[in-house]
């Protein structure tokens, strides 16, 4: 089963332009990205999906594979399905260009043993929140699973609302997902729903149309970089394992 991982960059970020390649210790993020996602075994292929030519030369300098996309994809996933009519595989991992702090054990941890090729598989990483503010934190993308480890809803709401008694279990959608060419195509090919335009969350399009999607739940101190405050976080995590 032939396996690549795909790490979608989009240079027009809203709330952090360029942010694929703001300096983190000395190296461009997108590089450190491609250098987590590298480490994971057995894997084909690692690629980096670009939308634009500032991405490219620093792809281009460091020696990291690329692949030019449209600029004017609705978000990362319709991006990853034109990479996928380009390059073929099996199994295509995403791992968001947005994630330097990524453990490759983690990615390994989405990757299915088998898949069938006649139908649609959509798998996902979730962590647990830290507490009550990361989980009222709207950028944070929360998942409520099924007893058997599908997705129930995803929300930027916090679900389930304790009411009733307090809860401890929020979990939070991590940037780390694995799609099979079947579901890239369902997806591009199928318009967005209600559900998504309102939650903003790319993903429920799956949901909302009755599709499966797996959930994988891993111990991760994974930080998705949004903001200029997310930005000198990372910059700290990382020099400090420097160091």
Do not use: W
Request: net charge negative; hydrophobic share 40%.
């Amino acid at each position: 089963m032939k396996k690549t991982i795909l790490i979608p960059a989009r240079y027009e970020s809203t709330r952090l332009p360029g942010k694929p390649i703001v300096d983190i210790c000395g190296k461009p993020m997108i590089c450190r990205v491609f250098e987590q996602a590298a480490k994971v075994k057995d894997i084909d292929q690692v690629i980096i999906a670009v939308d634009d030519e500032r991405i490219a030369d620093v792809c281009g300098k460091y020696g990291i594979p690329f692949i030019m996309t449209r600029k004017d994809h609705e978000n990362h996933v319709t991006r990853l399905a034109e990479a996928a009519e380009r390059i073929d595989s099996d199994l295509y991992i995403c791992v968001n260009g947005d994630e330097p702090l990524i453990l490759p054990e983690n990615i390994e941890k989405v990757i299915p043993d088998t898949v069938c090729d006649d139908q649609i598989y959509a798998g996902y990483l979730v962590r647990k929140l830290t507490g009550i503010a990361e989980a009222c934190d709207i950028s944070n993308i929360k998942a409520v699973l099924k007893e058997d480890g599908t997705c129930l809803y995803l929300s930027r709401s916090l679900i389930p609302y304790p009411k009733g008694n307090s809860f401890d279990g929020y979990l939070k959608l991590i940037g780390v997902e694995c799609f099979n060419k079947k579901a890239l195509q369902f997806y591009a090919d199928t318009p967005k729903g209600q559900l998504e335009a309102a939650e903003d969350i790319d993903h429920l399009r799956f949901i909302e149309n009755n599709v499966n999607i797996h959930m994988t739940l891993v111990e991760s101190e994974s930080l998705s970089v949004d903001t200029q405050k997310d930005l000198e976080l990372v910059r700290k995590l990382i020099a400090d394992r420097m160091h």
